[in-house]
């Protein structure tokens, strides 16, 4: 990789003129030329530690029983909303915050406030959201208050109809499906998700906004590459591919004031942009990407028909730096990056101008799936069942 030096002498200098600390850090090449650049001292020290205490579990009761679950989203009073995915059942199950079963919102089928399949929720302004790919329609919710008397507190308000046409008269949209895994509603009500084309030469990820009227809205907000690495087996009468877990993704989170975060999971460069999508700063991290050893994911594939396939393809040297990043509701960063112990990433929480507030360690196999209220929400399997629940436990920063 072609890099530069930049030596940086006071206690914060900021390519471009503003004041950042380090000593002297190589900066990938591609940044030389990016405006507002912060620049972080490698191996900076977090300003607080953490610890996160168990709680409460969310999943089966007397009353429901989640087959697999799906999405989770948090509202502000604490309410748990998982999704159920398996096809036939489509629900969502709401949990007071003690883990009781409330209600049960929505269910199998086409009519007005059900869902064929449940692709994308989201909770923002006293509205639960949910995009049901199948049927290319968003489905709108109050979030009422069961406890003051509203008699029907989870009641569908509207929905809309996506209409595909509005995005394959788009350039670049011509041939794209909607990739319902990043889905973000504004405090306006528009939808922020993105755009993939069909064909593998574009591996970019083209962000838009849907309208209430569930058009999508002419003006692109952001382009992300994704740097895919396939491959192709065939073993019997058997044909079929796979995407490498080396593939470098584009990643994007929105704050509560609608400031878009994204990332590339290359290295650990995180850009904010407006609502709009217009570039205003960057912040960057040194960090020293975990070397792959090519043999042990081939053996990780051990007894799949693909696993030939993984063995004879072209490699990079290094894991991404990244895995995933989430924001809170205090505009908190939540990064997962990739170390050494393949069982493990190593979170980082930071200020959303990049100030490292502390780290912790955590299983890769209980995804962190939303940080509210004080609170972190994972999904975790049960040794003994092997059923999925959702966890919850208070952050305590020390």
């Known amino acids: 990789m072609n890099t530069f030096k930049i030596s940086l002498l006071l206690v914060c200098i900021f390519i471009s003129g503003c ?17 507002n650049l912060r620049v972080f001292q490698s191996g900076a020290k977090p300003s607080a530690g953490i610890n996160i205490i168990r709680e409460q579990e969310f999943g089966d009761t007397d009353d429901v029983m989640i087959s697999y679950p799906g999405s989770v989203e948090v509202d502000d009073s604490g309410r748990v909303y998982i999704s159920d995915l398996p096809q036939g059942r489509a629900a969502i199950y709401v949990f007071h ?24 929720t989201a909770i923002r302004q006293n509205q639960f959201i949910v995009y049901d790919g199948p049927l290319s329609r968003i489905s709108y919710f109050s979030v009422g208050d069961s406890e003051s008397g509203d008699s029907d507190p989870y009641s569908m308000s509207h929905m809309i109809i996506m209409n595909p046409d509005s995005w394959k008269s788009i350039e670049g949209l011509e041939d794209a499906f909607l990739f319902s895994r990043h889905f973000f509603v504004s405090g306006k009500g528009s939808v922020l998700t993105s755009f993939k084309s069909i064909t593998a030469e574009d591996d ?18 952001l382009k992300l590459e994704q740097e895919e690495q396939r491959v192709t087996f065939s073993s019997g009468e058997m044909t079929g591919g796979l995407i490498l877990p080396t593939s470098r993704e ?28 217009q570039y205003q700063r960057a912040f960057y991290h040194p960090y020293e990407k975990t070397s792959l050893i090519k043999s042990e994911l081939v053996r990780s594939y051990e007894g799949h028909p693909g696993r030939n396939a993984v063995r004879d393809a072209d490699l990079p040297e290094t894991w991404p730096a990244l895995n995933s990043m989430l924001i809170d509701d205090e505009n908190r960063l939540w990064i997962s990056t990739i170390v050494d112990d393949d069982e493990i990433y190593e979170w980082w929480v930071l200020e959303n101008s990049g100030e490292l507030i502390s780290k912790f360690n955590w299983p890769r196999d209980e995804a962190i799936e939303e940080i509210k209220n004080g609170y972190l929400y994972t999904r975790e399997t049960e040794e003994e069942t092997g059923l999925q629940q959702i966890v919850r436990y208070r952050i305590e920063f020390k």
């Open 19 to 35: 004041k950042q600390e380090t000593s002297t850090i190589e900066l990938p090449s591609h940044l030389e030329d990016l405006d």
């Open 250 to 277: 584009g990643v994007l989170a929105m704050s509560g004031d609608d400031s878009i975060y994204s990332a590339s999971t290359e290295n650990f460069l995180i850009k904010i942009h407006s609502p709009d999508g």
């Open 97 to 120: 915050p003690d883990g009781s079963h409330l209600t049960t919102i929505g269910g199998y089928g086409e009519g007005p406030g059900e869902f064929r399949s449940i692709s994308s």
């Open 204 to 221: 970019h990820l083209r962000f838009y906004y849907i309208d209430s009227e569930g058009e999508v809205e002419p003006d692109q907000v």
